[in-house]
Structures are given as C-alpha cells and as structure tokens.
C-alpha cells in the first residue's frame, strides 16, 4: 500500500511541476507559493534531488533587497487567481506578492543536505543558499519585531498560511473595509466556498493589501502602519527551528559568523515565546500586539510550538492535550478545538487538519520523545490520504476532502510520512 502511495504522491508532484517550481494545486493556486514550495521540495529530494533543489532556488531569486522571501511569486499570467500582481503592484520585475510566509528553508535546507546522496552539489547548493535564508531571518527580526522582543508579528493573516483562522476574529475585527476597491473572488469558482474564507474577511484581507500598497511596500514602515500585529507561536516556532537548523548548517559549512547569529535568534525568540504558555488550555495562544494581549483562541498554533525546540515540560502538556483533542476528532490533528463553538469542521483553518502542520508537530514531538501520539499523527495522516486523496485539508471528523484538489505539499508529506526515516 505505501508504496502505491508514493507512486501516486510523485506522480502528483511530477504533475504539478512547472520546471522550476511547482504550483500548489492546478486551478486554485497557479503560482509558487513560499511555504508550499518549501515543502514540496522535501518530497521531490526522494525521487528527483537536482529538482528539489532548484524549487527553493527559484523563490531564493525572487527574494527582495531588504531581505523578504514574498508569499507568491506570479511566474505566469493567470487570470484564475485573485488578488494578482495587478492589486499587488509591488513592482517587480517577476511580479510578486508584498507579504511573506513562514520561514520553513532553514529547516527544509538543513533537511535536504543531511539526506542528500549527491553529496558534492548538495554542498554546493546549501552553501549558496545559506547566506540568503540568513537575510531573511534578520528581516524578520529587524522588520517584525522592531522592539526587539525575541518574537515577530504577522501583519496580514495571509502571511501566517492560516488565512482565517479563529485566532484573528478579533483584531481583524478592528481592520476597516472603507475604500477597498470593488473585486471579484477566483477561489471560489475553484474551490467549495463553505471550505474558504468569507467575502467579509476578503475586503479585509485586501483592505490591507491596499495600506500597505500606498505605503510603497517599504518594510521598515508596514509592521507600526498595521492594525494588525499577531504574534503567532506557530510561526514564531517555524522561525526559530529555521534559525536553529540554519546555526548548525552553518556550522557544517564553515560560516561561524551565521551559526552565532542564527543561534542567538533561536535562544532569544525561545525565551520570549513562554510569555504565550496558557495555563488553562495547556498549549500557546497568539498575543495581539497592538493592544498587547493574549488571544483567547485554542487553535493549532499553539501547538505547532513544539516544532522548536521548547522545554520538555511544555511539549509533554501539549502531547496531552494533542491526545485528548484525539477524542474529539476521528483525525489527528484538528486546526481548532472541535469543542469550542467557533470551530468549522471544514472551513479552511477553522476546524480542518492538514498534513503539513501534522508533520511539523510530529516532528517536533518525536523529538520530544513522545512516541504513541506522534504514531497516531502519523497514522492518521496515512489514513486521511488512503480513505481521501490527496486533498488540500480534511474534516477531521468525517475525513471529507476540502478545498483544492491533487495538492502538492500534501503529496510531499505523505512521501515523508511514509519514509521512516522522518519521525520515527
Ligand atoms: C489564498 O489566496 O487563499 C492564499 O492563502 C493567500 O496566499
């Protein structure tokens, strides 16, 4: 069974590669999109390395000056998708998006090298990417978090992945809607609209896309400009993994001066991140920055924390409370606590499991040595696939396929969910 798996999560890849990235999903996503890319490339080093390598090359060439890896690159035209660069107006030669995503690259690259069979270019093509990835955590710390707090903000939801998520209800609340310039949603002629966000959290979501226009995408202005400012511990964890990860390749390559920086990001921002421990919920809540509180949401966030290096203690409470939401749903691990009343079984991250966070969670967990949950992560992700396909996310109760079809990075987990090599 596993291994016809794999064939059908490479054929998905193969299908979805446009030469030198590989669009997320044919239809819903015709462009690359950072973290997405990121991701997939993981699987591709399973089958094809020269590939896999080339997909995070080719976000690397479209990184900006100040050091920002965009959320999308417009590679070609294509009038499927909304907001296209015609919104973004970002002014790129390659068009991109003005906003970025989470930083997975430096622990994907890391990843990649330690498993690389073609030794000499995996080398070759770490060390060329090593000096970038290092440019973009800096962004992150110079232009996120301006105070210097060891944890950086998100200034749009879209920059997190988990577009709508009940954490930012409230402080997107606060975003206005006057003066957003009439538009046409594509995402839902691709996709249920049940499964996406609403037409509300839309003229949001381009109410900001707007301020930060008129600002000229300078980034040293966006992050005060924003009402919106989440400090998310999902995202702050990809971070500093990524910063840990990239302090031990840099290591390995030689680059003493990266591997002290990356480390003392990685130290500082662990630190600052107990400040979003919740007693009562036992896993990390976002803190909303521009009122300088803790949001009182139990989603998925605070427990994709574990992907850093946090202390025992946590991860074990979080290895609970992962197990007790394993009572609630037939589907480990669900984006929004099925016992809370905003949850939305299959509304894109409100309620859905997906196989991305599911890997970085069991990731995190195994290292943690929590075995029996992160076997029954990894078994129900397996499943998900075996009784659904190769979906974009998964009611967590039912299993029912939502959103896009035939997803990339869906393919790239399941080959690495299937490896054991991976969390065992
Ligand atoms: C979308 O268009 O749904 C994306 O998540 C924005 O990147």
Redesign the pocket.
Known sequence: MSKHLIDQAMQLLRANDRGTYTVPTYGLYPFQ?NWDSVLSALGFLHFDEDRAWTEIETLFDNQWEDGMVP??IFHEHDEGYFPGPDVWRTGRKVPTSGITQPPVAGFAVRRMLERAEQREDATRRARALLPKIHAWHEWFFRCRDPQGTGLVAIIHP?ESGR?NSVDWDAAFGRVPTDGVEAFTRR?TSHANPDHRPTDEQYKRYIWLVQKFRSLGWDNSKLHDASPFQLVDPGFNAILTRSCSDLAELADALGEPEIAAQSRNFAEKSLAAMDTLWSEKWGQYLCRDRAIDELVDSPSIGGLLAVFAEIPAARAKVVAKRIAKLGELANFLVPSHDPSVPEYDGMRYWRGPAWLIVNYMIADGLARAGETAIVNRIKADSVKLIEESGFAEYYDPITAEPCGGGQFSWTAAMVIEFLDERVTA
């Open positions: 999109w959320h999308i879209w577009d995402d």
